[in-house]
């Protein structure tokens, strides 16, 4: 003979059953995933990049700073976290800056720029001097949420090229004394 409870018509009182009231299996994972969808880090994406691109042209170049990811959703979010170092040449003349963009692929469909920033500025000394010679190198890092809206693969790389034309042997690079790159996928539930 089992005991009946009878429920209160005002429905049970907030905080009144325990644990261990619950059957092993009234909470799965699937319950809970949808309750806290939103905002959850569904893949996580990262690789590291060794070796130098040097440009010497105003026309935007790849680099090896790349990595794909597949979103398991096309209301997925992805958060794209790329980060080299930049190396900076000015031989002659008024200066230059590089240009640090970051490229989008959807399925082999060709890549277009979806974040735009300039890297680093060189100032010649120019006025007359016969050679004005300067280089830097720093870290630059590219932080952009996109939203590819697709679950086919998605590539994202770093592209890099100089401001003005470089008749002197001006260049952008981006492996000065062999350092490393690295770019980070993650996709969040949108």
Do not use: W
């Not at 009231?21 to 996580?44: C, E, Y």
């Not at 990595?67 to 958060?79: F, Q, R, Y």
């Not at 016969?130 to 809206?149: G, I, K």
Request: with cysteine.
């Amino acid at each position: 003979h089992m005991s009946k409870t009878t429920i209160p018509t005002g429905g049970i009182t907030d905080g009144t059953i325990a644990s261990g009231d619950l059957a092993d299996d009234a909470v799965t994972a699937a319950k809970i995933a949808d309750a806290v969808s939103l905002g959850k880090i569904l893949n996580v994406e990262s690789a590291k990049i060794s070796g130098a691109t040097n440009v010497t042209s105003t026309t935007l170049s790849a680099t090896a700073i790349t990595d794909s990811i597949t979103p398991s959703a096309t209301s997925s979010k992805i958060l794209v976290i790329a980060d080299c170092a930049i190396g900076m040449y000015e031989n002659s003349g008024s200066g230059t800056f590089s240009k640090v963009q970051l490229y989008r692929d959807i399925n082999g469909g060709g890549f277009s720029a979806v974040y735009r920033s300039q890297g680093n500025a060189v100032t010649g000394q120019g006025g007359g001097f016969s050679t004005a010679e300067l280089s830097m190198s720093s870290q630059v890092t590219q932080v952009f949420l996109d939203s590819p809206n697709t679950t086919s693969a998605v590539t994202y790389k770093i592209y890099t090229a100089l401001n003005v034309s470089s008749g002197s042997g001006d260049s952008v690079n981006t492996g000065p004394s062999d350092m490393d790159g690295s770019m980070t996928l993650i996709e969040i539930a949108g």
